[in-house]
Each structure stands twice: as structure tokens, then as C-alpha cells.
């Protein structure tokens, strides 16, 4: 059985876009159960400016008072030196980068072009040696909402100038859901291929409803790291309506079902997924916390038994 | 490329649980929009009494004012002798029969037992025979909502004996979303080497998130005939607010992303799923229709070119 290491982005990279504030004792509560599901991974926060994004602005607070499980790793999301400080002082496991594969999808989100996103990060990569492992996610890898498909070509060329600054992991963000099966299966052929030695991870959303498949896609081909947000939770700013995030529950039950080990309790999971609603105040797209697994049976309706007589 | 053959089930399987009735004027009107996509067959309504669907009592006023389009086949589904006489009368040209692999599933969906189906179902196949094609449904071939696992043994076994009557084509339904990819894979293997002259349909449902997956699994097997529902209507009775049919545009939009040939006019079809909400009153799950395709493509923000020019 082939293991994977999920790794659940809900408090981070759902609730940045949440429209209400979530309070800081729900996020502690929602990351300590995380915690006790067997993730190997849970981004809590971001350590971003308070100004730019206001829904995680506690993010001291949380880092203060989650309950650390043994075997799981509590990252950050780490734009810069500043938050690198903030991230050390708050023992942050790991520090979780990011920047755009597509120079118009970086300008967009991050407000400078790559090569100025790269000295930064590097900055970021010099600071961390020696103390915390640093994981970078590239955006944008399958393709940009702006610019269209991102070749795999640039994709390696960023992934090499990171895996050259000795980065511990990379991660391959779908960031806008436009990634397709047979395209992963290349990419990730390739990155495995050319990097033996890093932790690769890959982030799917479902914006066009392919999460799943092409999270199959990437684990048949040997990759072991996935990013999944509880309920589904996220969103894509240029898809009103549509899917975020994949559901992390509703990927480890299909791992499961295809026989992959995900070390997760996925009855604890369901249980906490079926919380979420509640605390954010709305639907959430995950399906299997609404069906439940596929072999949590139905009773027969009462008058079936009535059928059964009559035709005995 | 192969060429996949796709058959939308939504003005039947997907209005028969609508809570208001369709109009008929808009069940007319969306069979004839469907018509100019490309399908294959369209699965246009069902002559069960109007007692026991109400939603779909105007079925000979549906199939006797749809505009039909050379190439395209009307399917309808036929419970029994009663049924097949009305739409023989209506001109339908294919008879789509069902009964349920599962005996609990079949008792409590078609309240008797299915020998009794088989039966009532063989009636049906001779009275068509030299008439018109039949295409025979078989429900809860992944799993039974109530008894669980179905084994593929007991699937192979009805098949065998539809195909001894002599049927035209055989559809493997998912009813409530219960098969996992590689299980897929592995019936749809099966089931090509022992029907290689049998029209096999595959059909299913999102209920819990792995739809496209399954259809991919499926199509990598070289099963080139799928149903599918205009917007993902259609729902499962046992997992309340759970996804129903695989979305048609978002198979469509994955398959034709994979590089098979659909002959569906993808930007005409997802003009018309973006009519679905107005027609039925709600939001459906589908996620193309919302998103775009991959490639369509947003202009940048107004902010972007400022800091290009900053950086310049």
C-alpha cells in the first residue's frame, strides 16, 4: 500500500476568503481536532499583514494556542522576511512560501513580478537555514486565468531555482482548477523524475470539477504529498459560484477506496467536517460528509419488508 | 482520438425529482437546445404512470412536439408492456428499460423482486424485438445504498441475461454514487471481453465527489458511451444534499480537455446549461458552466499594468 501525507489548508487558505470573520477560538478548536485525525500536515496561518488579509489576523494567537499532536507539522504561510520573524517567534514547523509560475498571475496576487518574488523569498530561504524546513508553493502550474497554459518548462525552471536555494519540499498549485488528468500525470513524471529529493506536493482545486481525478492522476504516479481543505472550503476569486480547494475527506475517502494508506480517521474527519457548516455559516461543497462513505449502509425502508411477504 | 458517445439524461433522470414541475414548454424547448450540442441520444422522458412520477406526465405531449434532429436518438424509459405500447406510439427510438442488480435496491425502488423485473422486462424485449433497439439499465452495479458491495459476479449475471434476450446495449449504473475508480476499471474490463457486441453505457453519479474520475477510469478502458445530466440534476433520495448525476458539460469539458472526441459543441452546450437555474428555480452542481473552460481566459485586473510599469 502505497502511503500519502495530506495535509489540510482549511484554516489557512479557506478562511482567508471567508466573507465573516472566523473567531480566533474556532480556528484553535478546528486545528486541534485536525490535529487528532492523523493529517501529517496542517497549514494553521498565514503570516501575511493583518491590512491584506484581516481574516487571519490572529495568527500569533492561534500558533499560541493550538495543542501540538507529536507527528503532526504545524506550517505557515510566509510571505516575506517580516513574517518569517513572525513565523519563528511563533515556532512555526515549517514555512510555506509562495509565488506564481505566470508573471501576470504573480503581479495580480502578489503585486510584483517573479524576479522580485524570488529575492525575496530567497531572503526568506537564507533566514530559515539551519532552523525550520522551508516548503515553496509555485502557483499557478497547470495554467493562469490570465495568461492561459503555463508551460511544464517554466514550471521546472522555477521548481530548479528553488531546489538549487535547498528547499526541503516544493508544492504544485492548481491554484485556479485549470489542471486536467493527463497533464498531471506528465508533470508529475517529470518532477519526480528530475527531483528524487524533495518532498513534492500537489494542490488541486475543483473549480471545473476534476479535483478528484487528478489527484488519482498525481498519486498514480508516486506522488504522496497532497493539499486538501476541509468541506472544500476556498475559493477561486475568478469563478463566482464555483468549487474551491478540493474537499480533503472527500479525497482521503477515495485514497482509501482505492487502497492507498492515508493514515487519516476518516469516521473522526467526517465528524469534523460536519462541524464546518457551522462555523463558517454556510454550505460547503464536500460530499462525502453529507452521503457518508460509500459502505455507511441505509436501513431498508419499513415496506419492503410488506414486498418481500407478498412475493415470498 | 476516441470518439466518446454522450447521452443526457436530465429532461428524464434530472426532472423527475425536480419539487415544481417542469413546464412541458421548457422540457420541449431544452431536449431541442440539446439536440443542436452534438449528442448521441438524448433521454428525453419516461412512460411510467403518472401516478407514480408525476413530474413527468406530459410524456407523449414531450415526444410528440420535439424538433428531432437527424443523428441524434430519443430514448425514453419503459417500465413495462403498458409503458413500451406508449412509446412505441410516441416514436421513441430506443425502449430504455431498468431494473436493479441488487434485490433490496430493486424491492424498495421497484417494489417487487427481480425475477419478477426480469420478467415483466422480457415481455418488453419481445414486444420490441424487430421494432425497436433496446438498451437495458442496470441499477446498483458498484453498490447497493442498503446491502452494500454488489459483486461484479451478480452484475455479469443479469448482463448475461439481457444479452440472451438479445438487447441492443447495456448501461452500468452507479444509482448512488458507491463506485470507486479502480473497481470501475476493473468491471469495465470485464465486461468489454464478454459483450463485445453489446452497446455498454456507463452511468454516474457524483454523490460522493468521484464522478469524473470514474468516468475517466471508464474511459481509459475504452468504454466510449456515457450518460450524463445537463448541469449535475438528478439526486440520490438516500444522501440529501449530496451531488446527483455527473454533470454532462464537466464530463464533456474533462474528456474533450483529455483529447477524446466528443462531438459536442461545448460552447453551445454550456450556453444552454447556463439556462438550467432559470428553468428549474435553484442553483445545480455543475461547475463548468459557472468556472468557463480551461483556456477562457480573464483579462487582468486595471491594477496589473501600474505595477508592470513600476517595475519596468
Chains 1, 2 share one sequence.
Not at 504561510?77 to 513572525?86: D, I, M, S, Y
Not at 475543483?206 to 479535483?211: E, F, K, P, Q, V
Not at 481543505?229 to 469563478?239: D, H, I, K
Request: charged share 20%.
Amino acid at each position: 500500500m502505497q502511503r500519502i501525507y495530506f495535509n489540510d489548508v482549511v484554516t489557512r487558505d479557506g478562511f482567508q476568503i471567508e466573507p465573516e470573520f472566523v473567531p480566533t477560538e474556532s480556528k484553535v478548536a478546528l486545528v486541534d481536532a485536525l490535529s487528532r485525525c492523523g493529517y501529517a500536515k496542517v497549514e494553521v496561518t498565514s503570516f501575511t499583514s493583518a491590512k491584506s488579509i484581516p481574516m487571519l489576523r490572529d495568527a500569533e494567537e492561534v500558533m499560541g494556542r493550538i495543542q501540538r499532536v507529536p507527528g503532526v507539522e504545524y506550517t505557515v504561510l510566509v510571505p516575506n522576511v517580516r513574517g518569517a520573524e513572525r513565523a519563528l517567534e511563533s515556532k512555526a514547523d515549517e514555512f510555506n512560501l509562495v509565488m506564481s509560475t505566470s508573471e501576470t498571475h504573480n503581479l495580480a496576487n502578489l503585486r510584483m513580478p517573479r524576479e522580485r518574488s524570488f529575492a525575496a523569498l530567497k531572503e526568506v530561504v537564507a533566514l530559515a537555514e539551519g532552523r525550520v524546513p522551508v516548503n515553496v508553493s509555485l502557483s499557478a502550474c497547470f495554467g493562469c486565468p490570465m495568461e492561459g497554459l503555463v508551460p511544464a518548462d517554466v514550471v521546472i525552471a522555477w521548481s530548479d531555482r528553488f531546489a538549487e536555494l535547498g528547499v526541503r519540499g516544493l508544492t504544485i498549485c492548481d491554484t485556479t482548477g485549470m489542471a486536467h488528468p493527463s497533464q498531471v500525470s506528465r508533470l508529475c513524471e517529470t518532477l519526480r523524475k528530475r527531483f528524487p529529493g524533495l518532498q513534492l506536493t500537489l494542490h488541486f482545486h475543483n473549480t471545473r470539477g476534476m479535483g478528484l481525478a487528478n489527484v488519482l492522476a498525481a498519486a498514480q504516479q508516486g506522488i504522496d504529498r497532497f493539499d486538501g481543505s476541509l468541506g472544500g472550503l476556498g475559493g477561486c476569486p475568478y469563478a463566482p459560484g464555483a468549487s474551491g480547494n478540493i474537499c480533503s475527506e472527500d479525497a482521503i475517502h477515495m485514497l482509501q477506496a482505492e487502497g492507498y494508506e492515508t493514515g487519516i480517521d476518516l469516521t473522526r474527519l467526517l465528524a469534523v467536517a460536519r462541524q464546518l457548516p457551522d462555523i463558517v455559516g454556510h454550505d460547503v461543497p464536500g460530499q462525502v460528509a453529507k452521503a457518508g462513505r460509500i459502505l455507511d449502509l441505509h436501513p431498508e425502508p419499513d415496506f419492503v419488508a410488506d414486498i418481500r411477504s407478498k412475493f415470498a
